[in-house]
């Protein structure tokens, strides 16, 4: 998982920060939930704003007993020290706490410094003195604006937008915070909407080391889409590093934004000659098969290699029936492609697949259910070439 810190506060988090915008929108129940199955997806840092009406509110009761173990941001827009204090007290009891982690000057037409005349950083470094907050920011729309916090050497964050579609003076932006050991929160990270295509602009992001994106989430099926996604890259690369294939199985809009080697479908997901037509020539396409039927159309319509199972009794599909002895060299025999079986293998009743013509099998729980997985993986490869070569000489 990819982590970034926020420049001298420390703030360790998640690659991926939590805009509560939306959620203004939706109900309390719906809210509360979101926010904490982000939680449990890995999500730590949560950037809300009083102006977002109700928004503190439903992180509030979210993390309401989890609170040390996530980071909150919140922001006023307060014109005078007396709107500072009163927003700091009712956002801290909207969001059930005794201190903000990130407080945050919410896009205010001028730096506020000491001496200013507003009275707005004072009451910032008093409430830090009194521990109501941990750490001062700014966010802002302006370049001027935003190059004079950095400038200041008073804030340790800046929050400003930030994507694929951002310019030189962005970019420069970024590097000026670094510089500072500045943390820099990208907001607008799609650019309101004119971004579709989240993979993308999730890979713009990841480039930048010191840089958190926040999105804003307002339905389950983005937050889902969005730890996928996230997760989905992290090991392509991962296992482009090691020149493996790397194959997304079923979501096939997933394997194309995160550029996956292949796609595996079912029996019952979409047709090998639609997912051929979504994903080009050159992704390698896996279907799955029962039957020599089944097996033969899908080699017609495109697919590159085929899933054969299940060769034993497996937990890891209870619905899916084992093959019928002799199916399995039955398929093996009738198409030209490879074929990987799959469906409860493991070390002790692998080698029963020698003579099937298998050209390789599929592990989940021979693997992950190992106390030494690497040893485990080792003496399973030493297996399967033994079924390889044995197949091989048939």
């Known amino acids: 998982m990819d982590m970034v810190t926020l420049g001298s506060t420390g703030i360790t988090v998640n690659k991926n920060g939590f805009g509560a915008l939306p959620i203004q929108r939706i109900s309390q ?7 904490r199955k982000a939680y449990r997806a890995g999500i730590r840092f949560f950037d809300t704003a009083r102006a977002y009406t109700d928004s ?15 980071y909150i941001a919140t922001k006023t827009a307060a014109q005078n020290a007396e709107d500072f204090w009163k927003d700091l007290h009712t956002s801290l009891t909207n969001l059930r706490t005794d201190y903000i982690d990130l407080y945050q000057f919410h896009n205010p037409a001028f730096c506020p ?17 009194k521990g109501m907050i941990r750490h001062i920011g700014i966010t802002n729309h302006r370049l001027a604006v935003a190059h004079e916090a950095i400038d200041s050497g008073l804030y340790e964050t800046l929050q ?16 000026k915070c670094k510089a500072a050991n500045m943390g820099f929160i990208a907001m607008k990270g799609l650019s309101g909407g004119l971004i579709t295509n989240s993979a993308a602009a999730y890979a713009f992001e990841a480039q930048y080391d010191g840089v958190l994106p926040i999105w804003g989430v307002q339905r389950e099926k983005e937050l889902d889409d969005a730890a996928f996604l996230q997760e989905a890259m992290e090991l392509s690369a991962l296992c482009r590093s090691y020149g493996v294939p790397f194959i997304i199985n079923d979501n096939v809009e997933i394997a194309v934004k995160c550029h996956a080697d292949g796609i595996h479908v079912g ?17 390698i396409i896996g279907v799955s098969a029962h039957s020599v039927e089944e097996a033969q159309l899908a ?12 060769a034993f ?12 002895e002799g199916r399995l060299k039955e398929i093996c025999d009738s198409v030209d492609v490879p074929v990987v079986a799959i469906g409860g293998i493991h070390k002790d009743n692998i080698l029963k697949l020698k003579g099937s013509g298998a050209d390789g099998v599929a592990l989940v729980s021979a693997i992950f259910s190992a106390e030494d997985i690497e040893a485990e993986c080792k003496e399973l490869k030493a297996l399967t070439e033994q079924i390889i070569y044995s197949n091989s000489t048939f």
């Open 29 to 35: 129940e719906d809210a509360v939930y979101l926010a």
């Open 56 to 70: 503190e509110v439903k992180l509030g009761e979210a993390f309401d007993g989890i609170r040390t173990e996530v």
């Open 113 to 129: 410094k000491p001496g200013d005349g507003s009275g707005l950083y004072e009451a910032m470094q008093e409430a830090k003195a």
């Open 160 to 175: 400003f937008p930030f994507s694929y579609i951002s310019g030189e003076q962005e970019l420069e932006l970024v590097n």
């Open 267 to 283: 029996q019952e997901d979409m047709a090998a000659a639609d997912v051929r037509a979504k994903v080009g020539p050159d992704m």
């Open 299 to 310: 080699v017609a319509h495109g697919a590159d290699y085929l899933g054969v199972g299940a």
């Open 313 to 324: 009794s497996t937990h890891t599909k209870t619905d899916v029936d084992v093959l019928p």
